[in-house]
């Protein structure tokens, strides 16, 4: 096994070659007039987990048979995570991504509304290239979780009663579905095993469900310079997160209806977001949160049974799930 890294460039060297003519191709995609204004974001330098999750699921079928269809589906499903960001940043209303301001920040909402579903309309053109009903229904099914996840989100807003599981299935739909499709049709098209599109599928939602979770901590405790996007901007909107949960769960109820009554108001402030933020710490909300992500990742290494049927990228998610950890020490 490599030795372990917490650098995603290093992580992803196996794809690497194939992962940039992915960005390539992403960028030529946005070559018409209307769409040259999202090609910042693109450039600025996202994760690109996305694409790389097909790439690596890919690998567990004919890779080399399937590559063409392989990086259509990488560019689709970029484009469809660029449009979910677009849309989540004017939601949110957050000033900043990949330390660029945000697509409505430079360009205004409209634009920005228009731009997000234009990526959609890019993305579903690529997909048609496949000729495969199957890869255009899961991902047309999927994209209607991440609307149902962002509805749900929305409607949970200032309800400081919200339970873990609510916010778990919220994170499921609105995140790690997007993830878990990734990992399922990459294997599909590249024509692996039903198994192991099963189990690949099964490593993508939970690996999914860790990431938002570790996010919504590094929300609470992390540098806005260092993590390149506005932060605590769901908080500020009346999301809960699981950590700002577990923090309730500490409290008497007097205490928790004290604390949080600017977001039963719908008035919070700067003042009570760092206070929030300094008591999930200091409470060991945070830790809890962290220990239930890792968990999660435990669950997404346990569904990879077999090495062999994952040939030459096993030791990639192992160490994917070790970067997930190791982004928030």
């Not at 949110?92 to 945000?102: G, I």
């Not at 899961?138 to 149902?148: F, G, H, I, K």
């Not at 989100?153 to 499921?172: A, C, G, W």
């Not at 260092?226 to 999301?239: A, E, P, Q, Y």
Request: glycine share 6%; net charge negative.
């Amino acid at each position: 096994m490599r030795s372990v890294t917490t650098d995603l460039k290093e992580i992803l060297e196996p794809i690497q070659a194939d992962l940039d003519q992915v960005k390539e191709r992403l960028t030529e995609s946005l070559q018409t007039p209307v769409a040259k204004k999202a090609v910042y974001l693109i450039a600025a330098g996202g994760k690109q987990l996305r694409p790389a999750l097909v790439l690596l699921s890919g690998r567990s079928g004919d890779y080399a048979r399937t590559r063409e269809s392989l990086m259509d589906l990488a560019v689709a499903a970029e484009l469809i995570h660029t449009a979910t960001l677009i849309h989540d940043d004017i939601i949110d209303q957050a000033s900043v991504r990949r330390q660029q301001p945000t697509f409505h920040q430079r360009f205004g909402t409209e634009r920005a509304v228009l731009m997000g579903d234009y990526l959609y309309s890019v993305a579903f053109a690529r997909l048609a290239r496949l000729r495969d009903p199957a890869v255009m229904e899961e991902m047309a099914r999927v994209c209607e979780q991440l609307s149902v996840g962002e509805f749900q989100e929305v409607d949970s807003r200032f309800n400081i009663d919200l339970t873990e599981p609510q916010y778990l299935e919220i994170i499921r739909d609105k995140t790690a579905s997007l993830i878990a499709i990734c990992c399922r049709l990459g294997a599909h098209v590249a024509g692996a095993t039903p198994a192991v599109v099963e189990q690949l599928g099964t490593f993508g939602l939970n690996f999914g469900l860790a990431f938002q979770i570790m996010d919504d901590c590094l929300d609470l405790m992390g540098d806005e310079e260092i993590v390149g996007k506005t932060l605590r901007s769901d908080l500020d909107k009346g999301s809960l997160s699981l950590p700002v949960i577990y923090l309730a769960q500490t409290l008497t109820e007097p205490q928790r209806r004290a604390l949080f009554a600017p977001l039963a108001h719908q008035q919070p402030d700067q003042e009570f977001l760092t206070r929030v933020a300094a008591l999930a710490r200091e409470s060991g909300a945070i830790p809890k949160a962290l220990e239930r992500a890792r968990a999660f990742l435990q669950s997404a290494t346990d569904a990879l049974t077999d090495p062999q049927e994952q040939p030459g990228c096993f030791e990639t998610y192992l160490q994917l799930a070790h970067y997930a950890l190791e982004r928030v020490r």
